[in-house]
């Protein structure tokens, strides 16, 4: 057991065993709450199923620490060599709100290695998607309702490590905008 605690000291853990009543307590060596939280407190039926226990635990953590520095390295090298998928000219739309549905069209005009420069473009609803405080919309090309903005690509890796890359919001997320909806466009909704 000696091992298991010299293991769970080297991770930030504090390994508390009770070996004549089989308990073991599992806390975070340093916790900025006040009470603390046990990250397990067991009482185990034999000392063998204590030690086992206790050893898959600390080898879970020590693989998602792997895990995620793994996922830390792709990340770092896929920012450092960015290879996107934005053009010039291809709208994207915001999509935002609370209660409503808000869109917003953009059109790229600049792509930089790790940014690109966006404009406001107008938008206008799509015939017959017209209902109660909602209907679809669709961007009007090249009709620019706003002043240039410099927007931050985004890296993201999953826990698969997929790549990928977006454009950094305020709010909502910025969507490809599919030159196949032009004829259905994007739900919007409002409120009076």
């Given at each position: 057991m000696k091992n298991l605690i010299e293991k769970y000291e080297s991770l930030g853990y504090v390994l508390?065993?009770?070996e004549e009543l089989n308990i073991a307590l599992c806390m975070k060596a340093k916790s900025k709450a006040r009470f603390p939280k046990a990250l397990f407190n067991y009482r185990f039926k034999s000392p063998e199923r204590m030690a086992e226990y206790c050893s898959e635990w600390i080898e879970r953590v020590e693989k998602n620490i792997n895990s995620e520095n793994e996922r830390k390295a792709i990340k770092?090298?896929?920012q450092k060599n960015m290879n996107h998928n934005f053009v010039e000219g291809s709208i994207i739309y915001n999509s935002w709100g609370y209660d409503q549905t808000n869109i917003d069209f953009y059109q790229i005009v600049e792509v930089k290695p790790k940014s690109v420069i966006i404009r406001e473009i107008a938008s206008s609803y799509v015939k017959g998607s017209e209902g109660f405080m909602c209907a679809n919309v669709k961007p009007i090309k090249d009709y620019f309702v706003g002043e240039p903005i410099l927007k931050k690509i985004v890296t993201s890796v999953n826990y698969s490590g997929n790549i990928t890359y977006n454009i950094s919001a305020k709010f909502g997320c910025f969507c490809n905008f599919i030159e196949s909806k032009e004829e259905k466009g994007v739900y919007?909704?409002?409120?009076?």
């Open positions: 508390t065993v009770k770092k090298e896929a919007s909704s409002w409120y009076a």
